[in-house]
């Protein structure tokens, strides 16, 4: 089942429903991508038809901000609950380790996609590496990073190299790279690997991660923007 926000499509899936998804897309052997909607990244698409685009074929899209899960129930469409993108690659990584799916980390500041698979294994024994790459990297360098990933044969793709840059990469690159699930995680490695905290527990379920996100960056304040204008639109939109 699919709902629009502001006219973007958003899958309505579970944690479970959309590890059991990705699981599938594991065993079938086909080159997918996962997408992780939040209101930012909805609005992001209003100035954006290629990032409208990637999304529309995206093969799965998960509810991943609150904003977002609101906006879906304010339009009359049942989604069940949130689906962040940190969790669902958490929960990938723990069904990783139990059924030898091999995983390739690439984004992040110098050392940081290290530092995140460290923690990974540390956390989920019996994880299986791949491999590591940083982001930073110019257009002469990709050739040789598509290389090495299919020359790796992971299972699972994190590429954190921010929104929009990761998902267009990864659309352009899609079908070479080989791998069965490629997934945008944004900021997941700095979170993993300690660089950054993640709210807690009490202001998730208050739906006040992106008030935490703000006292601890507040250079996030003019990105922030993006979600009082988020409920402007999609209030307005239900209007017409």
């Known amino acids: ?3 629009r926000v502001l006219g973007v499509r958003v899958d309505v899936v579970t944690m479970d429903k959309a590890v059991e998804i990705l699981e599938n897309f594991i065993a079938e052997r086909v080159s ?3 997408a992780t909607a939040n209101a930012e990244m909805i609005m992001a698409t209003k100035g954006d038809s290629n990032l409208a685009q990637i999304l529309e074929q995206a093969d799965l899209v998960v509810p991943d901000g609150a904003g977002v899960v609101w906006a879906a129930r304010y339009q009359g469409c049942k989604v069940p609950e949130r689906v962040a993108g940190y969790d669902l690659v958490q929960r990938l990584l723990a069904q990783a380790a139990s059924h030898g799916y091999r995983v390739y980390f690439f ?3 110098e050392g940081v ?8 294994k540390k956390q989920y024994p019996g994880l299986k590496l791949a491999g590591t790459r940083n982001g930073f990297f110019s257009a002469k360098d990709e050739r040789l990073i598509i290389e090495e990933i299919r020359s790796t044969r992971p299972d699972i793709l994190l590429v954190a190299l921010g929104v929009p840059k990761q998902e267009k990469w ?4 899609l079908k070479e790279l080989n791998v069965p699930v490629s997934i945008g995680v944004g900021g997941t490695f700095d979170v993993m690997a300690g660089n950054m905290k993640r709210a807690p527990l009490w202001m998730q379920r208050l739906n006040l991660e992106w008030l935490f996100r703000l ?5 996030r304040a003019l990105r922030m923007m993006a979600l009082p204008r988020f409920v402007i639109a999609v209030i307005g939109a239900k209007k017409h």
């Open 170 to 173: 990864l659309a352009t690159h």
């Open 215 to 219: 006292l601890m960056q507040p250079k």
């Open 113 to 120: 996609a290290d530092k995140a698979c460290q923690a990974a």
């Open 107 to 109: 984004g992040g500041a």
């Open 32 to 34: 997918r991508v996962v």
């Open 1 to 3: 089942m699919q709902t």
